[in-house]
């Protein structure tokens, strides 16, 4: 898996999340996955997610403080619910999730020096649990993830390295924004468009994000 190596290789750590999260969703054959990890501020924040609408997902979910993902984060304990069960034990966040369709919800938390600093979250729409193979492989994930953050091993580089990731993700939302306004398509589909136009460029999604930005900026 090219993603996993491009955690601890590449500057570029907002474009090898995106890509590692993708491949997390192939390999435990889930419908969506997301990291929530925890803020400058303390607070939880959406660090990566599969697509528009898990990341929708996770920022209703940090905006009314409830949920699994926020739970797993606030917690340090992993949190598995299926069905109708998700509703009744958020009762805010529970509906919303239904509405998109999951049945299935199994978050890991991310453990640094044995706190916890970030929750790789993963979404199902069929109330199917993950196996144990499935379930040691997202372990491992996440302690890739973490280890990922943690490169230097001191808690502030783990918070340096999740701001960093925070103002990247910032840039490419912003250039997902020009992208929908410019040629109208669903904000579903403004990643691909930008991974595509790096791809032919020979360039990161980051920097095409920024360069896309800049050349906005610069019309009248």
């Known amino acids: 898996m090219e993603s996993v190596l491009a955690l601890v290789t590449t500057p570029e750590m907002t474009d090898a999340l995106n890509d590692f999260v993708r491949d997390v969703a192939e390999a435990l054959h889930v419908d969506a996955v997301g990291i929530l990890v925890r803020g400058p501020s303390g607070e ?3 660090l990566c997610a599969t697509s528009h609408r898990m ?6 979910a940090v905006g009314h403080k409830e949920g ?3 739970e797993s984060l606030r917690s340090g304990v992993g949190v598995i619910m299926t069905g109708e069960a998700i509703c009744a034990r958020w009762p805010s966040v529970g ?3 239904e509405a998109a369709g999951f ?5 890991i938390p991310m453990l640094w020096q044995d706190a916890p600093v970030g929750s790789l979250n ?4 069929s109330p199917q649990e993950l196996t ?3 379930m040691l492989l997202a372990q491992s994930f996440a302690a890739v993830a973490t280890l990922a953050l943690g490169q230097g091993s001191t808690n502030d580089r783990v918070a340096g390295s999740v701001v960093s990731v925070l103002n990247g993700r910032v840039v490419i939302e912003q250039a997902k924004g020009i992208l929908f ?9 403004t990643y691909e468009a930008l991974r595509a136009m790096a791809e032919s460029s020979g360039r990161s999604v980051s920097q095409t994000a920024r360069d896309l930005i800049s050349d906005a900026q610069r019309r009248p």
């Open 103 to 107: 049945r299935m919800i199994t978050t």
């Open 55 to 60: 990341a929708e997902l996770a920022i209703y």
């Open 122 to 125: 993963v979404f199902r729409r």
């Open 132 to 134: 144990a193979a499935e």
């Open 181 to 189: 306004q410019q040629r109208g398509i669903d904000m579903q589909e």
């Open 68 to 70: 699994p993902c926020v």
């Open 95 to 97: 509906p919303y999730i």
């Open 44 to 46: 939880a924040e959406l």
